[in-house]
């Protein structure tokens, strides 16, 4: 057989314009955000996404100028630095409070981290963890 | 009671070790006797599971807080339903409905199979106990449901989200999913190991891939609709891990589903068949371990969760096995024919295929994101919504077309000629739904005009489809019980159709408005002006409910209350939104609660949906389609059995 | 550990053993013990059984995509003479294999 199969050529197309979505995607809008536990924080600045678990007192309210105030402490970690929350914008999901693991997307700056968005486990998790 | 759940797990696991061992000896070494014995094993194995399985439910049902998962997962406020619905509401309980699952699936296609195909069962045994053993292993030795404790006087409850009949039906409906996947693979593993080139594996197995993926299909968008109506954010899919977990296998078997048509045909594609089985297996065991340990955020999380190694360990192995397999029995699985035309259902079939992997894995980079920027740039990063629904858009997009395209285009090939007599109907939908649209001011989203063009054009080649198969056979009806299988393909590519519009309709042309108001105040939202009244509590003997009324008026005049439930025990608090569907207008009125003030004020966030219910009905017409292409066909059955049965006799 | 679930998980265990060697117990002395494969001939037959099968749908395909007027009359052609030529072929194939066994 002197032609290739065609489904070959068609194959290695296809594989090439899938790669080239992706690099186009990479160079063009491919933003990453670097998440990080609250002990990883120092030397960050700018945008980051949180993995930490929350530590109390929550206080104040998202909405006000002051905003919503809680510390955040890595996952697993029974003590170790807390790093500051002061979050902005709609309220916490309702699965939020303290001692819950949480992702806290905004910004770190002077040692403080400038919330925008909170996401909690899906609720399916909690179940399965220790009481704490 | 605890020890007998214990004991039936044990000899669970030495039933499902006993089929992997013996049953690959007796495959082997050509033993009749020994196969059978091992069968017995994987089926016995089903009994003392279910054993187990009724000791866990029975302590659930009867409040035994003896068992620290009972304890852990339920309390005595629990109707008996949620208290049941708690086998699956943690780690343990939905390990052991894996392996249930697993076990029952296993024994029923063993049985069903095992006269016209008994060369072939004696290596999927070894296989299903392969896989039920590591199973029954993590449930003796690391994540038993059975472990006992003193009993304290109440349980710690059940998360409030998750008691609603949508917690009930949707993990189940996943499972069967996930583990229906399972019988595929271990035909096709076991169709290697024989190392036979026929392909009664996929005979045997068309059905189960159908069922577990029409499960895995149905249970994501149950599962979107709970997000939808019980989280209360506003949204159904937020390309959470957890719900990537079960699009990826989804996306794999969508695959396989159509690539499989081209090896009965044609006999081409063999490799690619076997990839993508095994490809969706692993996938649903990865999908149950990201679901059953949370984010995989980091390397962490895999050391952080009891069986997180244990299952990178299975996965790990069992890609190994896949992968070693298929190398060694690559000649046996040279293709027959070879692709005749660029332009033929083989080739769309290719496009698909590969579009369908594409989006499956650009799914799982984004899962893995995070680990694989770790490992190698030694920071962990993220990738949010716009990546996913970028590569939604690039590869869903020419899916839809296809997905019109395909079914217009005959086997072998088809001249552009016929193409395009045949295309002229669905271009015409297209272009004239696209300027409908655009003069009716829907084009300030591309992708939203492309994507309801493109249905359009599907829409029309689907009639395009059945007025022509009409015409020859006399009757819809007859055309139908034709080719169960394509027709009930058809339906369920109108059921996409149906789920684009939504997807597109809600994302791109809703609206949304937050503000705060004082009892009194009104604020509007695309003719809809909503006044705060006053705030209720309505009576709730195990939460306290509160409700902000509101007076709607404009496109629909009612009253819509939102609010939030405090429980009391688990102690935690649900948002409770508050919906209006106009289902002649075809859109979602959506108001949140955000946050009641002792002062009176409240902060609402209120959205416009438009055609989000399109989404849910897909679902009911999805599972029209997948049954009627399941439906047994006796023709189709007295083919086989003609073709099997002489070398059976 | 409670009598009755000793007791019980004993039975489970001794219920799991006989179920594993019913085959045996069934049928303490065989002539054969081996797994009935299929032979060689048998093999080769299923194969040509599934060609058969394979042509004759794709006939039957072409023939109901040509009246839909999926396939035009010119490929119709093209495409029919090669399949009946395969399906003849594979249907002469399979009585031949079918012979060659009875005879």
């Known amino acids: 057989m002197a032609t290739r199969n065609p489904a070959r050529l068609i194959v290695a197309l296809a594989v090439a314009v899938v790669l080239a979505i992706f690099l186009l995607y990479t160079a063009i809008a491919g933003k990453s955000t670097p998440q990080l536990s609250p002990s990883q924080l120092s030397g960050h600045a700018g945008a980051v996404s949180v993995v930490g678990v929350v530590v109390g007192p929550v206080s104040g309210d998202s909405h006000s100028q002051r905003g919503l105030r809680f510390g955040l402490r890595d996952r697993g970690a029974a003590r170790g630095k807390v790093v500051p929350v002061v979050y902005h914008g709609e309220s916490p999901p309702p699965l939020f409070k303290a001692t819950r693991e949480v992702v806290v997307t905004g910004s770190f700056d002077h040692g403080r981290i400038a919330g925008a968005g909170i996401v909690t486990k899906c609720p399916s998790k909690y179940t399965a963890q220790p009481k704490a | 009671m605890a020890d007998l759940g214990r004991a039936a797990l044990v000899v669970s696991f030495g039933l499902a070790l006993y089929a992997l061992v013996v049953g690959a000896i007796a495959a082997h070494q050509n033993r009749r006797r020994l196969a059978a014995s091992a069968r017995n094993a994987l089926l016995a194995c089903f009994g003392s599971t279910l054993v187990a399985a009724i000791v866990l439910a029975t302590a659930l049902v009867r409040h035994d807080f003896s068992f620290s998962y009972v304890a852990s997962h339920t309390n005595r406020t629990l109707s008996p339903v949620y208290s049941l619905s708690a086998f699956w509401g943690g780690q343990e309980g939905s390990l052991l409905l894996w392996l249930l699952v697993l076990t029952g699936y296993g024994a029923l296609a063993v049985a069903i199979n095992r006269r016209l195909l008994r060369d072939l069962v004696a290596w999927v045994v070894p296989v299903l106990g392969g896989i039920a053993t590591f199973f029954s292993f993590v449930l003796v030795a690391v994540a038993s449901p059975f472990d006992t404790q003193t009993a304290p006087i109440d349980g710690a409850g059940l998360t409030p989200s998750l008691q609603n009949p949508y917690m009930v039906a949707h993990p189940p409906m996943l499972y069967l999913g996930y583990v229906g996947l399972s019988i595929p693979f271990a035909f096709a593993a076991g169709a290697l190991l024989s190392g036979r080139p026929d392909e009664r594996w996929i005979v045997a197995t068309r059905r189960w891939t159908l069922a577990a993926w029409m499960f895995l299909g149905f249970g994501q968008l149950l599962g979107a609709h709970w997000a939808y109506v019980e989280v209360g954010w506003g949204g159904y899919y937020a390309w959470d891990p957890v719900e990537n977990a079960a699009l990826m296998p989804w996306l794999a078997a969508t695959a396989f589903l159509h690539s499989v048509m081209v090896q009965e045909r044609k006999g081409m594609l063999k490799v690619w068949n076997v990839v993508l089985v095994a490809l969706a297996f692993e996938l649903s065991v990865f999908g149950t371990f990201l679901t059953r340990s949370g984010v995989v955020n980091s390397i962490h999380s895999f050391a952080q969760s009891p069986i997180g190694g244990w299952f990178l360990a299975f996965v790990v192995i069992s890609s190994v096995f896949s992968v070693v397999l298929i190398l060694w029995r690559l000649p046996l699985l040279q293709a027959r024919t070879k692709l005749e035309s660029a332009l033929s259902r083989e080739a769309t079939f290719l496009y698909n295929n590969l579009l369908l992997v594409a989006l499956c894995l650009a799914v799982l980079w984004g899962v893995l994101f995070p680990i694989i920027t770790e490992l190698v740039k030694g920071e962990s990063r993220t990738i949010g919504r716009p990546y996913y629904d970028f590569f939604l858009r690039a590869f869903g997009l020419p899916l839809l077309l296809l997905m019109g395209i395909g079914p217009l285009i005959a086997w072998r090939r088809t001249s552009l000629r016929a193409l395009t007599r045949s295309l002229a109907w669905p271009v015409a939908a297209a272009l004239t739904t696209g300027i409908v649209l655009i003069a009716a001011g829907a084009g300030s989203s591309s992708p939203g005009l492309i994507a309801y063009s493109f249905s359009a054009f599907v829409v029309a080649a689907i009639v395009v489809e059945l007025v022509r198969g009409t015409r020859v056979t006399g009757s819809l009806w007859r055309l139908v019980a034709r080719n169960r299988r394509r027709y009930g393909g058809y339906i369920v590519h109108f059921a996409i159709v149906l789920l684009a519009i939504g997807i597109a309709g809600s994302s791109a042309y809703g609206a949304t408005r937050e503000r705060a108001l004082r009892p009194g105040e009104t604020m509007t939202i695309r003719g809809y002006s909503l006044t705060y009244q006053r705030i209720v509590h309505p009576p709730n003997a195990n939460a306290t409910e509160t409700r902000a009324v509101l007076d709607v008026s404009g496109r629909w005049n009612g009253k819509l209350s939102s609010g939030t439930n405090a429980y009391r025990n688990p102690p935690e608090t649900s948002n409770e939104v508050g919906i209006h569907t106009s289902w002649l207008r075809a859109e979602d009125l959506y108001v949140i609660t955000d946050d009641i003030r002792p002062s009176g004020v409240v902060y609402f966030k209120v959205l416009v949906k438009p055609l989000v219910n399109l989404i849910w009905i897909a679902g009911v017409v999805f599972l029209l389609g997948s049954a009627v292409a399941l439906w047994p066909d006796a023709r189709e059955q007295r083919r086989l059995v003609l073709r099997l049965a002489p070398a059976r006799a | ?103």
């Open chain 3, 1 to 103: 550990m409670s009598a009755l679930a000793i007791v019980l998980a004993v039975a489970l265990a001794a219920a799991a053993v006989v179920v594993v060697c019913l085959p045996y117990l069934r049928e303490p002395e065989v002539e054969d013990d081996r797994l009935d494969a299929p032979t060689e001939g048998e093999a080769k037959r299923l194969a040509l059984a599934e060609e058969r099968d394979r042509a004759l749908a794709a006939l039957k395909e072409l023939e109901f995509d040509h009246r839909t007027g999926k396939v035009g009359d010119e490929e119709y052609r093209e495409l029919l003479g090669p399949l009946r030529r395969s399906a003849a072929e594979a249907l002469r194939a399979l009585e031949l294999s079918d012979e060659a066994e009875a005879g």
